[in-house]
């Protein structure tokens, strides 16, 4: 079944693209022109830091520097500038063609787990043939923390590019990870380096948010669809206001005014997030908007509530564990000064400890259905991190290597992140960027060959281009801050203008536009260094030519022969309607009821859904899910026979154990109800006519159901024979459902069609039912039931699109195997559950509250934020970031042992840091943090 989108509109993209190609256009006729006159007076772009003589100095290994400040009075500087402008424009604009101008369809996700753990089986060992040692064996050391965030990112995008809905609950204690990681890292560097100046604010937020602002401005999309970023700029933020507060009067660096500190920013957090008193809809409801947008279809305010939710304490648990940093080092010290069976006896009890709780995590909380993981993350998710972080740092060999290849992968997480929405996969991530057709692991090696390489260079340009325009002299970076913000501001205000004034001729604007800028720009540079305008002709000339060269290209040959690819793909753009994507799938043999000769002799089949939106996490309902859906309310199925051996699965969901679906003595053609063990209610009404149904219907909804499943049209084309008839009928349903509505075209009671199933003319068994009920008929009433039922409906489910490859199991031409039915049932469930209280956190179950607006509340849970609080105070007050059990397992090896005091473990480290502490015997003195994790990359 084709999706129906929501599509980025012109009108929402267009101002942001052609400002930019306003901005970089300028900016490559100025770059342009320079080059060219570089290459005539070369003397003007003399290095001024280049003296030309090495000296004594020949020998000294330069230090690393990505790019010098830029100095607007050096031409050499500009051009500079310049050419990194231009490579970012290039690699914006690959991406803006390969998602809305590609020379070929965007291809459809391939759910594949096979193809999905091959790959990581595959980098895996890759990794173990690369095998580097460290550069320290500090615990947690860079090194450590880069392959840490390269094998989760690898893994978080194969899970959208095969869409591998089954390992989602592993991909959020990935995010996890990484959010813990802000909190830890930043932390670090606060408490070492004690720099809360504006720059050090300003270098981050170009950090986290340079590419994302240009992604949003060129692709017309919102800042909250790239979620990560608003989410690690929010927790870098908290995490500078925290430590801010009192550094000056040395707070940050005392034994117990940093840990109040902490736990009372825990407070503010559980007041917030998990008390329940609306505090976080006062603080972000004023300023985020509810309406639906592109990234977050039940508004922004929900959308951020729900990503923020998820991991609201894990910046915070970051934040202690570098707190408790140097006791943990401390104690790792201690421990392996001692003979090698005392550390197999302490960090053995240990690691029993913390093995115990993964497998209670690992048993109990891990396997739990997306919606009820969702509520437990932000409380849970710190016990994988915290076994992990042991596990990993436990011996002094584990410590001292890591595997390069992941390490490569996490230095450049942000971007991977970033560029997988539109050139690792395309329509925000929704489609496939197809450059080979046909040869889906041809184009998976080309493409990831191009979006690797695209994002090591976003990378190497957004770190030069912050050390050239924001340097670590404040005023030059203020000053140069506030022109980039003015200037990307200014270009968008020129978009809006162009686009409404020469919107029949957008690429002569353009061109006119940059070349005007442009020369502006080369004259305001060259202009103290004695240059006329007759210098610059030449130059200016050839660059706007070739801008007009570049323009033309693109307006006239690569847009008109992508505008029909881009018309029939832009399907996934922005953000999708879960409800009629459950009928996207397809049935697969089940190899292991196949001969070992792997011959297609089997019949035994399994459903799967494919080209589904990440979003969208079908998957085979269970009885506890059902009975959360339904709520105790009963559910009401209406019809012929499908929609009664629909029932009939429904019942063995809940638990029946019976055949009463082929009993032959059980009465088909009247009503049926049921009651499962723990008091659902399952009835079936026998209508098989739209008249029929029509009548009986009415005197049923005083039962209010949960909901209403419906088949009819097989008995209307064999019996009624006429469509017109058949049409008539359902319009008068549709009225007087409409009349009980209140006039409403939504019903207040969610409702599922199940479209006519697939009619196989050669099985037909009688001479009636070849004239009268052939498939060419069935298709008139089906289209029927489509085009005027569907529409104010809450879900349709297309019999016929999932039965037409079930034919060789239909033993009279209208009935099939019971496993037709299982995935008949189970695409209702799963559309229900996308308007079902416990996944929207909505009161009313109707199909008006699957779009629009949603509360900002049900992810909270105030006993299990009480838990945090109380774990929090625990690791603060024993300065342990395992909840004593370090300690336990210490004492237990040696009771005559003193524990590691807060002077022994901190005075190295501020007396490094020229603090003055309380003298104290020293035990196994830990090494400074080595700002373990870079708190600029999420």
Not at 241 to 265: D, E, P, T
Not at 472 to 493: E, G, H, I, P
Not at 518 to 524: E, F
């Amino acid at each position: 079944m084709a999706a129906v989108p929501l599509a980025v509109s012109n009108t929402n993209r267009l101002p942001g693209a052609v400002g930019l190609a306003v901005l970089f256009g300028s900016t490559l006729v100025a770059w342009l022109s320079l080059s060219l006159l570089r290459l005539r007076q070369a003397q003007l772009f003399q290095d001024p830091h280049d003296s030309g003589d090495p000296g004594d100095g020949a020998s000294k290994k330069p230090k690393k520097q990505l790019s010098r400040p830029l100095d607007v009075t050096s031409l050499l500087s500009c051009w500079r500038l310049g050419s990194e402008v231009v490579r970012f424009a290039a690699i914006l604009l690959l991406a803006y063609c390969a998602e809305y101008h590609p020379f070929y369809p965007h291809g459809h996700k391939d759910h594949d787990m096979d193809m999905f753990w091959f790959l990581v089986l595959l980098l895996l060992l890759a990794s173990l043939l690369d095998i580097r040692k460290t550069s320290t064996t500090d615990l947690v050391n860079r090194e450590q923390t880069e392959e840490w965030k390269g094998w989760m990112q690898f893994m978080f995008l194969l899970y959208h590019y095969y869409s591998a809905h089954e390992v989602y609950n592993g991909i959020r204690v990935m995010i996890t990870c990484y959010v813990w990681m802000t909190g830890f890292g930043n932390f670090s560097f606060f408490y070492i380096k004690r720099d809360f100046g504006i720059v050090r604010v300003l270098q981050m937020m170009w950090r986290l948010n340079f590419l994302v602002v240009f992604l949003c401005l060129t692709m017309g999309n919102t800042y909250i669809l790239y979620y990560i970023c608003p989410l690690h700029t929010f927790f870098f933020l908290m995490v500078y206001c925290i430590m801010y507060v009192g550094h000056a009067q040395g707070v940050n660096h005392g034994k117990w005014g940093v840990r109040i500190k902490l736990f009372v920013a825990a407070l503010l957090i559980f007041l917030v997030w998990d008390s329940g008193l609306g505090i976080f809809n006062l603080l972000f409801g004023a300023v985020l908007p509810t309406s639906p947008q592109i990234g977050a279809t039940s508004g922004v305010l929900w959308e951020w509530y729900f990503r923020s939710s998820l991991d609201h304490w894990s910046t915070l648990l970051g934040m202690v564990f570098a707190l408790n940093f140097p006791i943990m080092t401390a104690w790792f010290l201690n421990t392996e000064a001692r003979s090698t069976s005392a550390q197999f006896l302490i960090k053995g009890a240990v690691a029993v400890v913390l093995g115990l709780v993964l497998y209670f995590w690992a048993a109990h909380v891990f396997p739990l259905p997306k919606l009820e993981y969702n509520s437990l993350n932000a409380y849970t998710g710190i016990m994988p991190v915290l076994a992990y972080l042991f596990f990993r740092n436990c011996s002094v060999t584990l410590r001292s290597y890591y595997l390069h290849p992941l390490h490569s992968i996490g230095k450049i997480t942000l971007e991977t992140y970033l560029m997988q929405h539109h050139l690792w996969l395309t329509s925000n991530a929704k489609t496939l960027l197809v450059l080979v057709p046909g040869y889906p692991r041809v184009n998976l090696l080309v493409v990831m060959v191009i979006y690797v390489l695209a994002s090591k260079e976003l990378y190497r340009l957004t770190m030069s281009l912050r050390g050239m325009l924001l340097p670590d002299d404040k005023v030059q970076c203020v000053r140069n801050f506030v022109v980039v913000l003015c200037t990307v501001c200014a270009s968008y205000v020129t978009g809006l203008v162009a686009v409404k004034l020469f919107a029949s001729s957008l690429v002569v604007a353009v061109v006119s536009l940059s070349a005007t800028f442009g020369l502006a720009v080369t004259i305001a540079l060259v202009w103290r260094h004695g240059l006329t305008t007759r210098d610059l002709v030449v130059p200016v000339a050839s660059a706007t030519f070739a801008l007009a060269c570049a323009a033309a290209i693109f307006g006239f040959v690569i847009a008109p022969t992508s505008v029909a690819l881009k018309t029939s793909t832009s399907s996934f753009s922005g953000s999708q309607d879960c409800i009629p994507l459950a009928n996207q799938g397809r049935w697969s043999n089940m190899d292991s009821h196949c001969d070992a000769a792997g011959k297609a002799v089997c019949n035994a089949k399994v459903f799967r859904w494919v080209n589904t939106p990440d979003n969208c996490h079908f998957h085979v309902v269970t009885k506890p899910e059902v009975e959360k859906m339904l709520n105790g309310q009963p559910i009401l199925f209406a019809g012929d026979s499908v929609a009664r051996f629909i029932y009939h699965s429904t019942r063995h969901i809940l638990g029946a154990d019976d055949n009463l679906a082929r009993d032959p003595s059980q009465p088909g053609h009247q009503d049926a109800s049921w009651v499962s063990d723990s008091g659902v209610a399952v009835d079936f009404l026998w209508a098989p006519t739209a008249k029929e149904l029509t009548a009986k219907l009415a005197r049923q909804f005083d039962k209010r159901p949960a909901a209403l499943v419906t088949h009819i049209g097989l008995w209307d084309a064999l019996h009624g024979r006429d469509l017109n008839a058949f049409k008539n009928s359902l319009k008068e349903l549709q009225e007087r459902w409409q009349e009980r509505n209140n006039g409403k075209a939504d019903p207040a009671i969610p409702v599922f069609w199940v479209l006519p199933t697939t009619v196989v003319d050669q099985r037909l068994m009688t001479p009636e039912k070849r004239e009268f009920m052939t498939e060419e008929i069935v298709q008139g009433y089906r289209e029927a039931v489509r085009s005027q039922m569907a529409p104010w409906t809450t879900g349709v489910v297309e019999g016929g699109l999932l039965t037409q490859d079930r034919q060789v199991e239909s033993y009279d031409g209208v009935h099939f195997l019971d496993t037709t039915y299982d995935v008949l049932a189970q695409v209702v469930f799963n559309q229900l559950q996308e308007i079902s209280p416990a996944n929207t956190g909505l009161t009313l179950p109707s199909k008006a509250t699957t779009k629009g607006k949603r509360e900002a509340v049900g992810m909270s849970n105030s006993g299990l934020g009480v838990a945090m609080l109380f774990f929090i105070a625990v690791m603060l007050l024993l300065l342990d970031n395992f909840g004593g059990v370090t300690w336990l397992a210490l004492a237990a090896a040696d009771s005559t042992l003193v524990p590691l005091s807060w002077d022994a473990a901190y005075s190295p480290l501020l007396k490094k840091l020229a603090i003055g502490t309380k003298p104290s015997p020293i035990v196994a003195p830990p090494p400074e943090p080595a700002n373990p994790v870079r708190p600029d990359i999420p």
